[in-house]
């Protein structure tokens, strides 16, 4: 066979490749977040639901896009009237903006198995470019045939960049550590 010939079919596999799309299992997955109270101690919550995809092409290993989209009235501090609070116009306004989104516009891979994401995060209605620091561990195969990812997310945001400006800082942190650790399904 000639050698343009393999070359080209080599080059055709390669175009031809795809990542496989892995959607977020919820019931191995947490989106939370910690921030300052009174600049003494951590108030920690979670979104509860929540739902998403990463491209993932096993065969290079290489993440390609990722989305995740967060019911905000699913917030939860472990206190009732605190999280009607942060429901309410004076921090997510859920009536008025159900969701946050995110969706990733460029991912550069930065070792092995870690990536910088940059993507359009929508937080009260506003899109703000953010970058996202990933580790993704796997594929493994569970027990019921199909293949997993691992995806961790550990970030420090200012909440007043995201249009969530009321309280002051000494009351509420202006810095939110996120953590989002999910496990990731392809079926």
């Not at 942060?86 to 969701?99: G, H, I, Q, S, T």
């Not at 460029?106 to 990933?134: A, C, H, W, Y």
Request: charged share 25%.
């Amino acid at each position: 066979m000639n050698k343009n010939l393999l070359g080209l079919i080599a080059l055709s596999i390669g175009l031809t490749a795809q990542a496989e799309t892995f959607t977020i299992d919820p019931g191995h997955a947490e989106i939370g977040f910690s921030v300052k109270h009174l600049m003494l101690s951590n108030t920690k919550g979670n979104f509860a639901t929540f739902s998403g995809t990463l491209d993932y092409d096993i065969s290079t290993k290489t993440l390609k896009s990722a989305e995740c989209a967060i019911e905000t009235a699913s917030i939860d501090t472990n206190n009732g009237k605190r999280d009607d609070h942060l429901r309410n116009e004076d921090f997510f306004n859920v009536a008025k903006y159900p969701k946050m989104t995110f969706k990733s516009t460029s991912i550069q891979k930065t070792g092995d198995d870690t990536f910088e994401m940059i993507g359009i995060l929508n937080v009260l209605g506003i899109d703000r470019e953010v970058v996202l620091p990933i580790t993704i561990a796997g594929p493994v195969d569970d027990p019921w045939g199909n293949q997993r990812i691992g995806m961790e997310c550990f970030i420090v945001l200012n909440r007043r960049d995201l249009g969530i400006t009321h309280s002051a800082a000494a009351l509420i942190g202006d810095e939110v550590k996120i953590s989002i650790e999910v496990e990731a399904i392809y079926k």
